[in-house]
């Protein structure tokens, strides 16, 4: 059984930082891709950033370089380094491991708000 498990949100005042994880099961992870999306109040699901089984990553949203995604294969863990957080980054950050635009379950999330 496919699992997502993200975890590491919470409240941080603007130009702080959080540290995301998500511990995935039910697949061979070190062989898929993994990506971090998230959700504003309000708006559709984003992609955020994505990582290879090998470790090559993508930014899809200009983030200036604040967001950084990686990977332990031998924890079956991705994770998404936030810094420098602003008010819109405030959304549900979801995990998961797209394969030709079909989706894997999603999990739970984990909320992420920036407020002063």
């Known amino acids: 059984q496919v699992q997502f498990v993200e975890s590491g949100g919470g409240l941080v005042q603007p130009g702080g930082s959080l540290n995301l994880s998500c511990v995935a099961s039910?697949?061979?992870?070190?062989?898929?891709?993994m990506a971090w999306y998230r959700q504003a109040p309000g708006k559709q699901r984003e992609l955020v950033a994505g990582?290879?089984?090998?470790?090559?990553?993508r930014n899809i949203i200009s983030m200036k370089g604040r967001f950084t995604i990686s990977r332990d294969n031998a924890k079956n863990t991705a994770y998404l380094q936030m810094n420098s957080l602003q008010l819109e980054d405030t959304g549900v950050y979801y995990c998961?491991?797209?394969?030709?635009?079909?989706?894997?379950?999603w999990g739970q999330g984990t909320p992420v708000t920036v407020s002063s």
């Open positions: 998961n491991s797209p394969v030709g635009g079909t989706f894997l379950p």
């Open positions: 039910g697949f061979t992870f070190n062989r898929h891709y």
């Open positions: 990582i290879t089984p090998g470790g090559t990553t």
